[in-house]
């Protein structure tokens, strides 16, 4: 199954979040690359980054999740 990067970033939090993000909509997503950019200094940079991969056909599914507007918040 080959994966497709939807999300790059430099930040291990982000990643994170755009992750729980695609996987509550019940997506396959996966962080990459993640640990070594931790491990190393400039390893983010040296290794393209944090990136947030999907499954192939997923990715277009994925890609309109992450542009759309973020809905308004809920008032009680």
Known sequence: ???VTVYQT???ADAQL???RLD???LHPS???EYSALSLEGGAFTSQG???QVPAEEAE???EILTAPAPPPVEE
Do not use: K, T
């Open 61 to 63: 599914f994925a890609r």
């Open 24 to 26: 509550a909509a019940s």
């Open 50 to 52: 944090i990136l947030v």
């Open 10 to 12: 430099l930040n291990s």
């Open 18 to 20: 755009v992750r729980s």
């Open 31 to 33: 962080v990459e690359h």
């Open 1 to 3: 199954m080959s994966q």
